[in-house]
């Protein structure tokens, strides 16, 4: 499938922002922030920028952005109008936690209500991001167990990341929570992404071009002549490859830069306080959503879509 | 939920008239809206294609649109190829034009080269050149498929090109040799469907596996060149297995006609005949006879003693001495041709099953031209159909004489079931016109006295000189050619620019991209129509150039006249050209102006009969000298008379339209075709449709409708006598005999039996050197170089590749999408390849004319045409390679002249280097005043789409 | 309308393709364009008509393939348009209803007008069907002429797609295949037609017919025993004739 930039920039940056504001709602329900600090404040406000502009940019990709609030209709039947549903609303937790924040005297149980919502409405965004690939019958890449867990650790991990990196300074209770959870979902993302792609190599696509063609009885079916001599809009959105060796090489580099780099800087990071903290932990942020970037970019660029069984593609 | 209209309305009027994105000259119905043309479907009444279209067909509206249309006439200001141009007025062109042609006209009107492509007015444009004087004019069928022709018309009258079709309704067995498109291309599709559907079996005898070949029942991949060899060894397997039809060979063909046997005699070889002339036949008692003598049954083997004491015997026995011959086994073949002699038995014995034993019947009683009446007509149905593959070799013309022979054995000639003609064929074989302009028969501001193609009887019909050399520029009907019947087109350029056999003074073609894919050796070519003398003037001095859209050959033009497209101009498919008709009867069919141009352009019709008129050319100006059709084509249409009551239509002719076939001109004529739906069908009586050559209902009715003299039979010739004149000639007989050196050739080549011989090419290089055979295949998709213009087709077919077998290439080190170097004796060409499994192992081919020019056609020069698609006509010489002995041969078939584009041998080394575009690239083309290439989105039905308003494009 | 009928449509509109006979000539898919060019979903816009990257919207295209090897071997003309889907992810997926399929015949359109352009369902297509319009910013796809079929405007015998009336080697065919009885439902049992990529569950309305397996030519009777040579051809020659 083709890596489209602002596909890629869209999940990386709502998954961080939802993992962000996930780790954010967790911190306040267990209480180890507050509002009235500004940390947190600033972290509420990064997590619903960088949700906003992943939601924009996915939006601008759009032939009509202005008709996008016809998206939101078709929730009984389609994972990206229940995605664009589940983000709007998560929009209202999601603002009135940072609106709670900004004054110190909130009632403990409204900010945890709210938090739980918009734990919740993080999650749910997510899964909801996660089932619009992994319904596509036709991408065996996508269609399949790890597609799920995969978004939601990652969107974890680099979500903690962050959440890590803004209160590293402090060295407070809330640093370490962050940080180990950021530990584990780096952890929990590295074997992940192993599993996923050892099952990436060893599964037989969906389908065949003998089974694409039906012509199988006769034998071995390749394609002769494709339809027009130049490319068309099915192998320009489907039919990006990319070498094995690159693809290996890149996979390389998101285990280093996406999860080995950033949970070793925090946990360096993690019971230092000050300018190194803080520094261990925007390496970390930002070697995360690097190795994010590239995954996701992976996470297209290897999916092989059967519509390429009449291109040409030996397999699916 | 979407409000959906279900019944949108379509258009506001629909207009029927006749496809030109080919020459297959369909019925179509063009629905006009707003006055634009919004869709085009197939005409479900027209006898050609029944209702469908095809893919070119359905994209017309983007050639009627074409970027490329040219929009004024064009004056050459730049260097020739340069494309600099000036707009000039009609009446500046066509004083122009007058200029030069009077001048010519005036001194000597051989000097004037009229040739013409496929545009389907031949009978004008013939017409026009007789009257002008010159036989230099020839349409395409030099380079096209002449040896079809002239092998069908010197043996039945008929032929599988244009005259003659399979009878798919009632065929059980069909065989294919050599197509993959050709120019029954709808009828031939919807035939083969009718076959499926009714469970016959269809071979493919071709050595690429796609398009028809690809839903053969048998797919047989014969080596190119070579199905000469294949069907001589069937006649020799069915003459050993005796399966065939003795009665059809003594009652309809010239087989129990006598042969003088008087080796070393003038006469040796020519039919033994009476004093007035007739062919004589033996009885069984060994009586002479004339051939048609009544009462008579002539022995098929009588061998006699003439009166005069010489020996003969009947052509049939010769027949059967020479094919049962082993040289013509199944094992032979087997050796040349790549089949295995199992598969050719089996088809030998296959193809006698269905002709023998299930032979079907029409219960329709019918009676001969002796008068003896038959019960019902008796169907051996077993078909046959062949074209390019056969004929583009320099052995086609035999090929397709033994693919006849073989039809006559098994008596599978227009019975039920079997191949038919197509009528107003079968005409005399051949046709009894001979080719003017010999000897003293040219001459100033004369008129030729007869038409310049014709079918030479033999030598005394040559256009040769007292030395034997060519009277006409292309040397057709010499001796390089003798039954050149549609002329060389290929050689026409070549000759004006080398002065051989003489110099023209003009150039004057129309319709024909001649300076790119229908030139031998384009490269070459275009450097001779810029060669200068040494005082600077252009070898070849003027060219005018007649078409309608920026071609590569309008650059090298000093004149271009801008024709109009085939949706604006009156047009006739007439009976007197390549008409419409059918096996089931005759048919004609117009072309109407169904939309206005929007450009200052004519119809070239229009402007030839005006340059007649200003010139004062017979028939072209009345007594006065005022114009003769001052109403342009359409009033020579209405009121030509080629003969008296003979016009270019057949439809409605008399004054009150009610006669047909022959008749005074109708002023309403025109009208009469529109109301019809642009065509005229007529069905000939049921006793009139089989046996056509030997049936009295059906010659009585050629005569009365005027496609034929006399109601004799056609004799259908399994000996092609006029050939055996030529080689007497060249055995040293008689007044006009070839030089020396094409004297063993036309002795082995002019048969009259079919025989097979290498290809010239490939005989005359060593194998090892260039093993593989190159040819190439119509895309059903795109019409030669005129649909790269299109912006629906040249989406199919953008670019070509040379496909090759996989097994082969693999040998060669050669992986899928490599490039390669092509190397002919001739030149290089450096193109990309494709691997397949269904071409015969020895042959590497590709789409023909994808390849385009840069600039040319209004395309982006890098277009994809121009970067990636090739001609193989760069390797492709007009002369045999010197090897051979004779620099000089021709590479051409050497009883036609037909162009040998398949004999091509090369070979495929891998390109260590991918180069940036296929080799040679030309430089780019300029584009002429008014043609641009568009940029930004086609929209093309916006304006006719459901709800318009909702269609604008986004901000 | 995302979901799906919710009972099968009592009508299921589509095409038989007859893969023996397609000779792979694009009529089908040249037509296809002239016609839906200026119809519902119109235009059916190219880009770089004349340049160097030609490329369109069509509804059906024509591949072609080679299966097996050898002898065995054939090329098959494949065209290939939208299959009108009983299962149709293309339509469940879509954010907006601007997919859907009709509860009436089944046939499976996209609104142009309220289509947001996201492309998912081009994604959820197994079968390469849908059609972007760069141009427009609306997914298209093959309507089955759906302003044809029944259009009061045209001749019964018109009342077929444009791709059907125009195939040349008679390879389409069009009705209804939810009734048994209908000739495209007979054609498909007694061929044997099948669905591309059942193991999907699409569960497509378009069917393809085999090719039919080539008729085997007859092992080679011996020439009947005759006395050899030319004495003997020209004896039995005569035998024959004076019957
Ligand atoms: N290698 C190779 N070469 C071949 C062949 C092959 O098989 N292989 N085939 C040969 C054969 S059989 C043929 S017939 C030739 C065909 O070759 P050409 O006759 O050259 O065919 P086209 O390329 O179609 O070019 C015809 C010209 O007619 C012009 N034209 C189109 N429509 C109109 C019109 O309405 N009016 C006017 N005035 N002009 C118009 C076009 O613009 C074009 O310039 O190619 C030959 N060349
Ligand atoms: N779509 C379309 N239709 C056309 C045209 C077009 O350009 N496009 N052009 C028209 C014109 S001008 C013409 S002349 C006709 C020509 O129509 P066809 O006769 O169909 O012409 P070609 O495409 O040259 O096909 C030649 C076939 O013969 C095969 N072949 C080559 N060498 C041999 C051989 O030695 N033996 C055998 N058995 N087969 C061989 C080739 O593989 C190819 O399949 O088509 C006309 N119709
Ligand atoms: S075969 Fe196609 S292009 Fe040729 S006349 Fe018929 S419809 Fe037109
Ligand atoms: S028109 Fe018919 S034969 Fe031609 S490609 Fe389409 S289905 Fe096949
Ligand atoms: S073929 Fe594709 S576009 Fe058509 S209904 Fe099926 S899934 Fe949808
Ligand atoms: S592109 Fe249009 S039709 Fe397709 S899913 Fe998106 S909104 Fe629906
Ligand atoms: S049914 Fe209509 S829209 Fe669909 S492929 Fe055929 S012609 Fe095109
Ligand atoms: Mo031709």
């Known amino acids: 499938m083709h890596p489209s930039t602002s596909v890629i920039f869209f999940t990386v940056a709502s998954g961080a922002g939802y993992g962000l504001l996930a780790a954010l709602a967790l911190l306040a329900v267990i209480g180890l922030i507050v509002p009235g600090g500004g940390l947190p404040l600033l972290g509420l406000l990064l997590a619903l920028g960088l949700i906003t502009a992943g939601l924009l940019s996915s939006t601008l990709h759009l032939g009509h952005p202005e008709r996008a609030w016809r998206a939101f209709s078709q929730w009984r039947s389609s994972w990206l109008s229940r995605e664009g549903v589940a983000s709007v609303a998560t929009y209202l937790p999601a603002v009135l936690l940072a609106a709670l924040f900004v004054r110190a005297d909130v009632p403990r149980g409204l900010v945890v209500a709210v938090a739980v919502l918009a734990f919740a409405g993080a999650v749910a965004t997510v899964v909801c991001t996660a089932m619009i690939y992994r319904s596509l019958k036709p991408i065996g890449a996508w269609h399949n167990r790890h597609t799920v867990p995969g978004y939601l650790i990652i969107g974890a991990a680099t979500g903690f990341a962050v959440a890590y990196a803004l209160f590293a300074g402090t060295g407070s209770s809330a640093a370490w929570v962050a940080g180990i959870g950021a530990i584990v979902a780096l952890s929990a993302g590295f074997l992940q992404k192993r599993a996923y792609w050892r099952f990436l190599d060893t599964e037989d696509g969906p389908a065949s071009p003998e089974s694409a063609t039906g012509l199988g009885g006769i034998g071995r079916v390749r394609l002769l002549d494709p339809p027009h001599t130049g490319p068309n809009f099915v192998m320009r959105e489907m039919g990006y490859a990319v070498a094995r060796r690159h693809a290996e090489a890149l996979r390389r580099i998101v285990l280093v830069a996406g999860f080995v780099v950033p949970a070793w800087a925090i946990a360096l990071g993690l019971g230092l306080a000050g300018g190194l903290a803080v520094g261990l932990g925007t390496v970390a942020a930002v070697s995360a959503l690097l190795g994010a970037v590239v995954e996701r970019w992976l996470f297209f660029a290897e999916a092989r879509h059967t519509a390429m069984l009449y291109y040409g593609a030996t397999r699916s | 939920m979407e409000r959906l209209d279900p019944s949108p309305p379509v258009s506001d009027e629909v207009k029927c008239t006749t496809c030109y994105m080919c020459a297959c000259r ?604 001052p109403g342009g084509y359409a009033d020579y249409i209405t009121n030509h008379e080629r003969g008296p009551g003979i016009g270019p239509l057949a439809g409605w002719r008399g004054a009150d339209g009610s006669k047909h076939g022959k008749g005074e001109p109708n002023p309403e004529q025109l009208a009469r075709y529109i109301e019809n739906g642009g065509f005229w069908k007529m069905h000939l009586p049921d006793d009139a449709l089989f046996m056509k050559f030997a049936n009295k209902a059906y010659l009585d009715h050629a005569v009365a409708m005027g496609f034929m003299g006399s109601a004799a039979p056609i004799v259908l010739q399994l000996y092609v006598e006029p050939l055996q004149r030529f080689r007497l000639a060249a055995m040293g007989h008689g007044a006009k005999q070839p030089p020396d050196h094409l004297r063993a050739r036309i002795i082995a080549c002019l048969d009259p039996l079919p025989v097979w011989y290498p290809p010239f090419e490939g005989a005359a290089l060593p194998e090892a050197a260039f093993p593989l055979h190159a040819v190439t295949q119509r895309p059903a998709a795109m019409y030669h170089s005129w649909g790269s213009q299109n912006a629906w087709l040249r989406q199919i077919h953008g670019e070509n590749r040379l496909y090759i077998n996989r097994g082969t290439a693999t040998a060669l080190g050669i992986a899928d999408d490599d490039w390669v170097h092509v190397t002919s004796h001739h030149g290089r060409i450096t193109v990309q390849v494709k691997l397949m499994e269904g071409v015969e192992p020895s042959t590497v081919w590709t789409w023909n004319a994808i390849g385009k020019r840069a600039g040319a056609w209004a395309l982006d020069p890098r277009a994809p045409e121009a970067m990636r698609g090739f001609l193989l006509n760069h390797l492709i010489s007009e002369h045999l390679p010197e090897a051979d002995g004779g620099g000089g041969h021709l590479n051409s078939d050497p009883v036609t002249g037909q162009a040998a584009w398949y004999d091509l041998r090369v070979r495929v080394e891998k390109a260590t280097l991918a180069p940036e575009a296929t080799e040679p690239h030309l430089p780019p083309l300029k584009r002429p005043p008014g043609v641009t290439t568009p940029t930004g989105p086609l929209r093309f039905g916006a304006a006719f789409g459901r709800s318009p308003e909702n269609r604008k494009p986004r901000p | ?84 889907c009983d299962e149709a992810d293309c339509v469940t997926v879509c954010p907006t209803g601007a997919s859907y399929k009709r509860t009436e015949d089944g046939i499976v359109l996209v609104n142009p007008d309220t289509c947001i352009g996201c492309k998912l369902c081009s994604w959820a297509c197994p079968y390469g069907a849908r059609e972007y319009d760069e141009d427009e910013g609306v997914m298209k796809k093959c309507t089955l002429c759906v302003d044809r079929i029944e259009n009061q405007n045209l001749p019964e015998e018109d009342r077929v797609p444009a791709c059907v009336s125009t195939c040349p080697a008679h390879a389409r065919h069009f009705g209804d295949l939810a009734d048994p009885a209908s000739a495209v439902s007979k054609l498909v049992a007694e061929r044997g037609g099948f669905d591309l990529m059942p193991e999907l569950g699409y569960r497509p309305v378009n069917k393809y017919l085999p090719p039919r397996p080539r008729a085997v030519l007859p092992a080679a009777p011996a020439a009947e025993a005759q006395e050899p040579g030319l004495p003997g051809f020209l004896g039995w020659v005569d035998r024959i004739l004076s019957r």
């Not at chain 2, 014969?222 to 069937?234: E, H, K, N």
């Not at chain 2, 009544?294 to 098929?300: D, H, R, W």
């Open chain 3, 1 to 84: 309308m995302t979901s799906l009928p919710s009972a099968p449509p009592a009508r299921k509109l589509g095409l038989v393709i007859d893969l023996d006979t397609c000779v792979g000539c694009h009529a089908c898919a040249v037509n296809c364009k002239e016609w839906n060019t200026g119809g519902h979903s119109a235009p059916l816009t190219d880009t770089d008509a004349y340049g160097m990257n030609p490329s369109g919207v069509w509804f059906n295209r024509i591949h072609s393939f080679e299966a097996g090897d050898g002898p065995a071997g054939r090329t098959v003309n494949f065209p290939r348009s939208c299959l009108h």
């Open chain 2, 26 to 629: 369909c019925g179509i119905r063009v629905h006009i809206q707003d006055g634009q043309v919004r869709y085009i479907e197939g005409n479900r009444d027209h006898p050609v294609n029944r209702g469908v279209l095809c893919a070119k067909g359905s994209a017309g509206i983007m050639q009627h649109l074409s970027p490329a249309r040219l929009r004024k006439p064009l004056r050459r200001v730049g260097p020739r190829g340069s494309g600099e141009f000036e707009e000039i007025e009609w009446e500046e062109a066509l004083g122009l034009a007058h200029s030069w042609l009077a001048e010519i006209r005036g001194r000597d009107p051989t000097r004037l080269a009229f040739f013409t492509g496929r545009d389907q007015s031949q009978a004008l444009t013939g017409w026009w050149a007789q009257a002008y004087g010159t036989p230099n004019f020839a349409a395409h069928g030099g380079f096209c498929s002449v040896n079809m022709a002239a092998a069908g018309l010197y043996t039945f009258g008929g032929s599988f090109w244009e005259f003659g079709e399979a009878d798919f309704e009632r065929t059980k067995l069909f065989l294919m040799f050599g197509v993959a498109e050709d120019h029954d291309s709808n009828p031939i599709k919807i035939g083969l469907a009718r076959l499926k559907e009714r469970g016959a079996t269809f071979v493919s005898v071709n050595p690429v596996r796609t398009g028809y070949s690809s839903i053969a029942d048998e797919w047989v991949p014969v080596r190119p060149g070579t199905d000469g060899a294949l069907v001589l060894a069937l006649i020799h397997e069915l003459l050993r297995a005796r399966r065939i039809d003795l009665d059809f060979l003594a009652a309809y063909t010239n087989a129990p006609w006598l042969l003088i046997e008087d080796p070393g005699g003038a006469e040796h070889g020519l039919f033994a005949r009476d004093g007035e002339g007739k062919p004589l036949v033996a009885d069984a008692a060994g009586a002479l006879h004339p051939w048609d003598a009544a009462g008579v049954t002539p022995s098929l083997t009588a061998a006699v003693t003439l009166p005069d004491g010489r020996r003969a015997k009947p052509a049939f026995v010769l027949m059967a001495e020479t094919y049962l011959d082993e040289k013509y086994s199944a094992e032979a073949a087997s050796a040349v041709t790549g089949i295995a002699a199992s598969r050719i038995r089996a088809l030998a014995a296959r193809i006698a099953e269905v002709a023998f034993e299930q032979t079907i019947t029409v219960e329709t009683p019918w009676t001969d031209w002796r008068g003896v009446r038959h019960k019902r007509f008796v169907g051996r149905p077993v078909s046959f159909h062949a074209m390019r593959g056969i004929s583009a070799h320099a052995n086609g013309f035999q090929t397709c004489r033994a693919l006849h022979v073989l039809q006559m054995l098994l008596g599978a000639v227009d019975c039920p079931g079997a191949w038919r003609y197509k009528s107003p064929y079968p005409r005399p074989t051949p046709p009894p016109i001979r080719p003017g302009g010999k000897l003293g028969e040219t001459g100033p501001n004369a008129p030729l006295p007869r038409p310049p193609l014709g079918f030479p009887m033999g030598p005394d019909d040559l256009l040769v000189d007292a030395k034997g050399r060519a009277l006409r520029i292309d040397k057709a009907y010499s001796w390089d050619a003798p039954v050149a019947a549609h002329g060389l087109m290929h050689l026409v350029i070549r000759n004006a620019w080398a002065g051989d056999p003489y110099k023209v003074d003009l150039l004057f073609m129309y319709m024909a991209n001649m300076a790119w894919n229908s030139a031998m050796n384009s490269a070459g070519t275009v450097r001779m129509l810029t060669d200068t003398n040494e005082d600077g003037s252009y070898r070849i001095p003027r060219i005018i150039y007649a078409d309608a859209y920026a071609s590569e050959t309008v650059a090298y033009a000093d004149l271009v006249l801008p024709d109009t497209t085939y949706l604006e101009r009156y047009d006739a498919i007439s009976l007197l050209d390549r008409p419409i008709g059918n096996a089931e009867g005759p048919g004609d069919a117009i072309r109407h102006p169904v939309v206005k141009p929007d450009r200052d352009v004519r119809p070239f019709q229009d402007v030839l009969l005006d340059l007649g008129a200003r010139l004062g050319l017979p028939g072209m100006v009345r007594e006065d000298g005022s114009p003769r059709f």
